[in-house]
């Protein structure tokens, strides 16, 4: 058990490290008009959200302490999800530059560890 729970937080933390740059990814298509591969992006970032949250809920049940905000997440996805159905990419785009890749910067300098 220790074995896993050990190999889910290191999932856990890169995959919280990767999203910065998926973010900022994710802008650039946006404000280059390459829609169908942001919408990808965003398809798999909004699935990538949902495991950090699951992963939380089964961490806490293990006793480790996981600091990420599940309403700020749910804010993005509703914010995100305003902006598309309004086609409105450039506000989508500096959602994932300017609110969510430092978000989740900041969520790096607190990696989760399973030392208590």
Not at 19 to 26: K, L, N, Q, R, T
Not at 48 to 60: F, P, Q, R
Request: aromatic share 10%.
């Amino acid at each position: 058990m220790n074995n896993l729970l050990s190999e889910t937080i290191e999932s856990y933390n890169q995959y919280v490290e990767k999203i910065p740059s998926g973010a900022f990814y994710i802008a650039n298509c946006l404000r280059t008009d390459n829609i169908t591969e942001a919408l990808s992006g965003i398809k798999a970032f909004s699935e990538g959200v949902i495991w950090l949250i699951d992963v939380k809920g089964l961490l806490k049940k293990n006793q480790v302490n996981v600091e990420l905000s599940i309403e700020k997440i749910q804010e993005f996805l509703i914010e995100i999800n305003t902006g598309l159905e309004m086609q409105d990419y450039i506000l989508v785009a500096d959602m994932f530059e300017y609110e969510i890749a430092p978000f989740f910067e900041e969520c790096m300098l607190n990696k989760v560890s399973n030392i208590q």
